[in-house]
């Protein structure tokens, strides 16, 4: 007898079902991926627990009882609800891509273009969080990232988009001022943006050391902050003629010397390995992949004098 409020196993109930709808033990176990003998055992175990005789056993076959047939019936009906709640839900996760990127290359780069992956994908919802500390992609909070390093993350399929580079950037009424840099002067206004950056670019094309903590007048937790400022006249950047190639071409901001530094690393786009062939993610890497190609063929004029670190 079935005590109030106590339900029999699971699994029992799960060969119980798949028996009944199927007519059969050893098709129930073909469905369950399990043996014939285990199915009759769950089941056996299921008329202990109950109490209740729910097949009848045939040499050849089984026959539901009357009380079989009952719970049979009700047990499908449990069972296709939560088919359905299951198929609903993957349903739900294959239409939602939540992504994990770099607050510069998200606010700056990604979103202005992420209009032309809506008209080609218009059923899926994009959830973007922007983050500067690389995020966990195991635990399923998210389904894929743009990071920026070498692409060597276990368990991650990453592919590069295109490399990370910088090179001094200003308004346009700060380019007379700008004209020092790479000689053997610093320039007569601040300099913004990473001072590791200014120091590979000094490496590779001033005859001036690299600046000290004083030329360092404001700092910013953010590239695009700094270029911000830069747009606003309140220094010289170093940035990634890349990422603001829009601004650039509209004019804000001039190229205030044609050389361009790397430190070795590239933006990539990173997917758990075991998801990374998955519909959705596939969709935007692919379109992803296009823009990446896209923006470095546009940027190739100002890519042509690149140094490595």
């Not at 592919?159 to 840099?181: D, I, K, N, R, Y």
């Not at 790479?182 to 007569?188: K, R, T, V, Y």
Request: net charge neutral; with cysteine; charged share 20%.
């Amino acid at each position: 007898m079935v005590a109030p409020r106590h339900l029999p196993s699971l699994i029992a109930i799960r060969a119980f079902e798949a028996a009944a709808r199927l007519g059969s033990f050893a098709r129930a176990a073909e469905e369950l991926d399990t043996t014939a003998a285990s199915v009759s055992y769950h089941v056996r175990r299921l008329e202990a627990q109950t109490g209740a005789r729910l097949f009848l056993r045939h040499a050849q076959h089984v026959e539901l009882t009357e009380a079989g047939a009952s719970v049979a019936q009700e047990a499908t009906r449990a069972f296709d609800a939560l088919r359905a709640s299951f198929m609903r839900a993957a349903d739900m996760d294959a239409a939602r891509l939540r992504l994990t990127v770099l607050p510069t290359l998200g606010s700056s780069w990604l979103t202005p273009r992420l209009g032309r992956f809506r008209a080609l994908h218009p059923q899926q919802v994009l959830e973007l969080e922007l983050s500067a500390e690389p995020q966990d992609l195991a635990g399923g909070r998210f389904d894929a990232a743009i990071r920026n390093g070498h692409g060597d993350w276990p368990g991650l399929h990453a592919v590069p988009l295109f490399p990370s580079v910088f090179t001094p950037l200003c308004a346009p009424a700060l380019l007379p001022a700008a004209q020092a840099l790479g000689g053997p002067l610093l320039p007569p206004v601040p300099l913004l943006g990473r001072p590791d950056w200014w120091a590979l670019w000094f490496a590779a094309f001033a005859q001036a050391d690299a600046p000290d903590a004083a030329s360092f007048v404001t700092h910013f937790a953010l590239e695009h902050l700094d270029i911000t400022a830069a747009i606003a006249g309140q220094g010289i950047a170093i940035g990634s003629p890349i990422l603001f190639k829009d601004e650039l071409d509209a004019g804000r901001l001039v190229q205030a010397h044609p050389g361009v530094a790397s430190d070795g690393r590239s933006f990539w786009f990173a997917s758990p390995a075991a998801r990374s062939n998955t519909q959705k993610v596939v969709q935007f890497r692919d379109w992803l992949c296009a823009e990446a190609e896209a923006a470095r063929r546009a940027a190739h004029r100002l890519l042509r004098t690149v140094a490595a670190p």
